[in-house]
């Protein structure tokens, strides 16, 4: 698995690359540290209905839960980048890119 791991150039964990060009494919760290967060039990809380309580390490058999919310939470955050990186021209008017416009 290491050898697999280590030779795939687009494993989220390696470094960015620019002679593999992964230079502007892979996470950064701000990224990475997100991605920790993620637990099996967090996707459970966030996915199943009516779910309050879980196991902390979900396949693992105990009596000992706990509450959704206090599981990490993954922000989006480092993920945002400028409307200009997304192609919209730097005449567009900010109010029309509004995210609350049902247009859209």
């Known amino acids: 698995f290491k050898r697999l791991r280590v030779g795939d150039r687009f ?3 390696n470094a960015p690359n ?3 060009n992964t230079d502007q494919t892979a996470y950064n760290g701000a990224m990475l540290q997100e991605i920790r ?3 099996f ?3 459970l809380c966030d996915n199943a209905d009516s779910i309050t309580a879980v196991n902390k390490m979900v396949f693992k ?3 000992e839960r706990v509450n959704c919310d206090q599981l ?3 922000s989006l955050t480092p ?3 400028p409307h200009r990186d997304l192609g919209v021209p730097d005449d567009v008017d900010d109010d029309l890119l509004d995210d609350d416009d049902p247009e859209f």
Do not use: M
């Open 61 to 63: 058999q105990s009596k």
């Open 41 to 43: 039990a967090r996707i």
């Open 79 to 81: 993920w945002i980048t």
């Open 37 to 39: 967060k993620t637990t």
């Open 11 to 13: 494993w989220h964990e």
């Open 72 to 74: 990490p939470t993954v």
């Open 18 to 20: 620019r002679n593999l």
